[in-house]
């Protein structure tokens, strides 16, 4: 006995959304019948697969172990500021176990800088900056300029030193103050 089929469409309502369920229902003999579920989409329905992520050529390395780097100057007499007195070195490690050679650049970048001299960070404070050096040799750090460094098995100690300065010779005032820079590693 051969059945007929016919396409049935069903709709349900579940937690308050409108589902369409594509049902075959097979007459198998006369008043008999049985539903059987399609897979179909009704015309017109479509969605969108977004996919995204990022490609490395090599892991990244690790500045300062992953841990913001701060500098705290605590309380700085406006007096003391002309003579470089408030200055703070620390040693910043750089591991790059993944490198693909033994060279990479360090940048660092932030503030809006200080025009003719290109080391500052300028500070929420007006006329106040943090001047950077590189600890070991007190070569001013162009910001934005890339240093050069050589990795021993995958790391490098960089000495940072920030010295708090009055760039533009201004009336400085009691208060607050606070910079932020960005150190970026990049390969050779």
Do not use: W
């Not at 300065?165 to 960005?182: C, E, I, P």
């Amino acid at each position: 006995m051969k059945g007929k089929m016919k396409l049935l469409n069903l709709a349900l309502l579940m937690s308050g959304s409108l589902f369409i369920q594509h049902v075959a229902v097979a007459q198998i003999g006369p008043g008999t019948a049985r539903a059987i579920p399609t897979l179909r989409t009704a015309e017109g329905d479509t969605t969108t697969v977004k996919v995204t992520g990022t490609i490395l050529s090599t892991p990244p390395c690790k500045i300062n172990g992953d841990v913001d780097l701060t500098y705290n100057f605590n309380t700085v007499v406006i007096d003391t500021i002309p003579a470089g007195k408030d200055q703070i070195t620390k040693t910043v490690p750089i591991s790059c176990t993944s490198a693909p050679n033994p060279s990479i650049n360090l940048t660092i970048s932030g503030g809006t800088g200080v025009s003719g001299k290109d080391n500052i960070l300028t500070t929420d404070q007006k006329g106040l900056g943090i001047a950077l050096f590189n600890g070991d040799s007190n070569n001013a750090i162009k910001l934005g300029d890339n240093i050069k460094l050589s990795l021993t098995a995958g790391r490098v100690d960089f000495s940072l030193k920030a010295v708090v300065v009055n760039y533009d010779n201004s009336k400085l005032k009691s208060g607050t103050f606070r910079t932020f820079a960005t150190l970026t590693t990049s390969y050779n």
